[in-house]
């Protein structure tokens, strides 16, 4: 008998919607228990950047980033699947930081869904990538395995300077970092729609950085997809 993924129960083959949701193609799942903690972006959220609110307006922060005169027009909008709580917090901590890759087989079935309700076939997938050092230390790019699951075609024009992890800075301190990417190969993305694939979207400053220079270097439009909305 199989088990969960997250919590290694084993599984009843029992079937729900829930169950029919976390299923992926080869079968891994995650139990009843499990999957019910899981929080998905509702129908009331922020327009641009997908963040759960009571209404479907513009959020403060996106108010803002749309004022700033470098970075208010470099992102179309992003589109994220799950709201961020306690359980999210922790699977992402094994996902990113404990070398947990096959957690990523849970998210492929919802994350495709997402993809395919909101953005065209013409768009090239491009995802977030980590620094050669933090590649070495990690074993794998989180970003790269989500962009894995949409079967899609992929390019990899960013490339990343090693820095301190974001996750240990303040939001402020995240606002003043500068652009830590630079473009390995800008011929491929000369007029190309790009969507950036991510495993959380918290300020929003990661994301646009990223936009900024794929819009700088010839892109003609960039969306993001994240796993998770912080």
């Known amino acids: 008998m199989s088990k969960c993924l997250i919590c290694h129960a084993e599984l009843e083959r029992t079937v729900s919607w829930r169950s029919v949701f976390f299923l992926d193609e080869q079968g891994t799942a995650c139990c009843s228990v499990c999957s019910s903690k899981f929080s998905l972006i509702g129908e009331t959220a922020c327009p641009i950047c997908d963040r759960p609110q009571s209404n479907a307006e513009t959020c403060y922060d996106c108010e803002r980033w749309q004022a700033d005169p470098v970075f208010g027009s470099v992102l179309a909008g992003n589109r994220s699947v799950y709201q961020y709580n306690e359980f999210m917090k922790e699977l992402i901590a094994r996902y990113k930081y404990r070398s947990d890759a096959q957690l990523a087989d849970l998210f492929s079935s919802p994350l495709r869904t997402v993809f395919l309700e909101h ?112």
Not at 131 to 157: C, H, M, T, V, W
Not at 170 to 175: D, F, N, S
Not at 204 to 223: F, M
């Open 119 to 230: 953005f065209s076939k013409d768009y090239l997938i491009a995802p977030i990538p980590l620094s050669k050092e933090r590649l070495y230390e990690r074993g794998f790019n989180q970003a790269r395995l989500l962009a894995d699951l949409l079967n899609a075609p992929i390019r990899e024009p960013l490339m990343r300077i090693h820095l301190e992890k974001q996750s240990k800075k303040t939001r402020t301190e995240r606002l003043q970092t500068e652009n830590v990417f630079y473009i390995d190969n800008a011929s491929e993305i000369y007029g190309k729609k790009l969507l950036l694939i991510d495993d959380i979207y918290t300020t929003g400053t990661t994301i646009r950085h990223a936009a900024k220079l794929l819009i700088g270097n010839g892109a003609e439009t960039v969306s993001s997809l994240t796993l998770v909305r912080g």
